[in-house]
């Protein structure tokens, strides 16, 4: 169980971070940079950004999840049923919010920024377009942040169980 457990925790942990970072630093600094010299497309420039990397994030988060599932079963004996059961389906939430976040959600906001022909920042903040794409990025939003929580729970389940294999067996 040991090294497939690490490499499998050490991956899931690596993609979590990398969500998190992505979240707190990516995105807000590239609307924040951007804003601050004034352009007139600086929202535009950065969501173009901040979109490439998100869709890294999403992709890799679905290619995980579907290592992590297939790897899972050659560690089923290591963890106790409702355990190894509450796993595969956290990890199953991970691939769906993640797939759901980059070709539905994602997918559906680059069709609106091109029916707004790249000029999203012009664009009125009724226009029908903008308010769907606003509602598509909360989804995203949702989405993403569903993703790292169900991560965040598998690797503490996964540390839970490593801390009673590690505990010496009371007689």
């Known amino acids: 169980m040991g090294f497939l457990h690490n490499l499998?925790?050490?991956?899931l942990s690596a993609w979590l971070g990398v969500a998190?970072?992505?979240?707190?630093?990516?995105?807000?600094s590239a609307f924040g940079v951007l804003r601050s010299f004034n352009l007139p497309n600086s929202s535009?420039?950065?969501?173009?950004?901040?979109?490439?990397t998100l869709s890294v994030v999403?992709?890799?988060?679905f290619g995980l999840s579907l290592l992590l599932l297939v790897t899972a079963f050659g560690l089923n004996?290591?963890?106790k049923r409702w355990s190894f059961i509450l796993q595969l389906l956290l990890i199953v939430v991970i691939a769906a919010a993640t797939a759901v976040g980059e070709w539905v959600i994602a997918a559906r906001m680059r069709g609106l920024r091109?029916?707004?022909?790249?000029q999203i920042d012009q664009v009125p903040?009724?226009?029908p377009n903008r308010l769907a794409f606003a509602a598509l990025h909360g989804y995203s939003v949702a989405a993403l942040v569903i993703a790292m929580m169900a991560s965040l729970t598998v690797i503490l389940l996964m540390l839970l169980s490593r801390e009673k294999e590690?505990?010496?067996?009371?007689k």
């Open 77 to 79: 004996r290591a963890f």
């Open 44 to 52: 535009e420039v950065a969501g173009t950004i901040v979109t490439r």
């Open 58 to 61: 999403n992709t890799s988060g």
């Open 8 to 11: 499998r925790m050490s991956l």
């Open 125 to 127: 903040l009724a226009d």
């Open 166 to 170: 590690l505990q010496p067996a009371t």
């Open 20 to 28: 998190i970072y992505f979240s707190a630093v990516v995105a807000p």
């Open 114 to 118: 091109l029916a707004m022909h790249g």
